[in-house]
């Protein structure tokens, strides 16, 4: 069956600091893959996605994500993380299409960011 | 503005009530899901709906029910069948958007059955 991994469910970084958030996934077809945050008690929002093309994917708010299909990967990364990031953190990848305007994310089960000062 | 409304925020209920979550989007997307969020257990999807009076049921649908009336307004009621309600839920909508359907989520509803 289909699945998303996100194998750390807390990480904790120092401000400044570089962050790589894990997610792999599995999945036989070409996976459309996103990345999603959400602050307490909040909506989740998407930072980026990947579908084709190159597989260095920019987002919003300084977050980077690599699609590497050798490995079932699409790791967010951000260079220097700023106290702001502290979120729980969601990789989706989509189950299946099921007609115009509609699909079926499967969501990982979140990686917690805290960020010490 | 454009977006997703989902209220209450917070809602609490006794056991064996029904109870009904509203949504609602006014960013003309045709598609609309419902989402149940437990601490570590990431988004199960409930409910999905790709055009009025049409939908489906996700991977956790038991106890609850949804109706599509109208293209902006999907709202879910959890019924007194659903056997742990307490939960946070989470409404979002879809749009094609440069290859690929997004989802875009509302701010959610804190639902507390005792």
Not at chain 1, 8 to 29: F, K, M, P, Q
Request: aromatic content about 14%.
């Amino acid at each position: 069956a289909q699945s998303v991994t996100q194998p750390d469910i807390h990480i904790t970084v120092s401000e400044g600091a570089s962050l790589e958030l894990r997610c792999n996934y599995s999945y036989g077809a070409t996976p459309y893959l996103f990345w999603y945050v959400q602050s307490p008690g909040q909506g989740l929002q998407l930072l980026l996605k990947y579908f084709s093309g190159d597989t260095l994917v920019q987002g919003i708010k300084g977050f980077e994500a690599e699609f590497k299909r050798s490995q079932s990967s699409f790791n967010l990364r951000k260079p220097s993380v700023h106290w702001s990031d502290a979120a729980e953190y969601f990789c989706a990848v989509v189950l299946a299409y099921s007609g115009a305007g509609s699909y079926q994310l499967t969501f990982g089960k979140g990686t917690k960011l805290s960020v010490i000062p | 503005d454009g977006g997703i409304t989902q209220s209450p925020k917070y809602l609490f209920r006794k056991e064996g009530q029904n109870v009904t979550l509203s949504c609602e989007q006014n960013l003309n997307h045709d598609a609309m899901y419902w989402y149940r969020q437990d601490p570590g257990q990431g988004l199960r999807l409930i409910y999905y709906s790709q055009i009025v009076n049409d939908f489906q049921k996700g991977d956790i649908a038991e106890g609850y029910s949804v109706s599509r009336e109208k293209k902006e307004s999907f709202p879910l009621t959890v019924t007194s069948a659903q056997k742990n309600p307490t939960a946070f839920y989470l409404c979002a909508s879809s749009i094609w958007a440069g290859g690929v359907y997004e989802q875009y989520f509302g701010p959610g509803t804190r639902l507390t059955v005792t």
